[in-house]
């Protein structure tokens, strides 16, 4: 169960009515926003985490134990950039307690990648659940994402810099994590093999989305309040919608 956040812990004690089917769909599908959101910003706060983590003094003290290591077993200091064919089973053979430098930065773009296909939720196509749950593209929920969007963004620089923001998220989910375009991945053959290069997440993208997600969080709060008093207190709850635009 996803839990209410505040400030409509009071509205989630009173009972829906029956009757008013498409609000109770509508409020279902907002807390899936919410809760996708909340695992969003929980998987950015993590991936910055992360990408300190190598300056912690122990992960340190293991870089340095480990690569004394490396030159007691190959005469040679560690290049990131130039790898002979024996130096994984050579690193294998190092028992580390801490993740590595190189392991820290990875699982953060990692994160930050499922931050996106997270967020993304709010966006794609997801099925009802008749009585719950409603369809995450049709009208009523389109018209309530639009809502969240004006409460969160208040003016019209903000919505459109939002709006410029999330579409090359979108992209990216599309693209890159959900599925795999061929031109986003540059895939070059050559003699005797194939290369295929692709960015990770932008870091800079991401510091723009979790800042985003502090405003739409609480303005996703705001209108399930909203919906939870209208079902509440009367059937047809999406009049109040429809006669906002």
Known sequence: ????????????????????????????????????????????????????????????????????????????????????????????GFERELPSTSECHSAADHLRKLAIVYFCQMYTQGYAAPGSVAKNLETEASQLRGKVEARAFQTPEELQAWVSLRNVLIEIRNQQLGHADGPRFNVQHGHGGVSATIDGAPHELCLELRAALTKLQPAISACVGELLQLAAGQAGGLAFYASEG
Do not use: K
């Open 1 to 92: 169960m996803i839990a209410l956040p505040s400030p409509y812990h009071a509205y989630a004690a009173r009972p829906l009515l029956a009757g008013d089917c498409m609000t109770q769909e509508l409020i279902g599908r907002s807390l899936l926003w919410s809760s996708a959101l909340t695992d969003a910003a929980a998987c950015l706060d993590l991936a910055d985490t992360l990408s300190r983590a190598p300056l912690s003094s122990a992960i340190q003290a293991e870089e340095i134990a480990f690569n004394a290591y490396f030159v007691a077993r190959t005469g040679r200091e560690l290049d990131p950039h130039i790898a002979f064919a024996e130096d994984a089973a050579i690193a294998a």
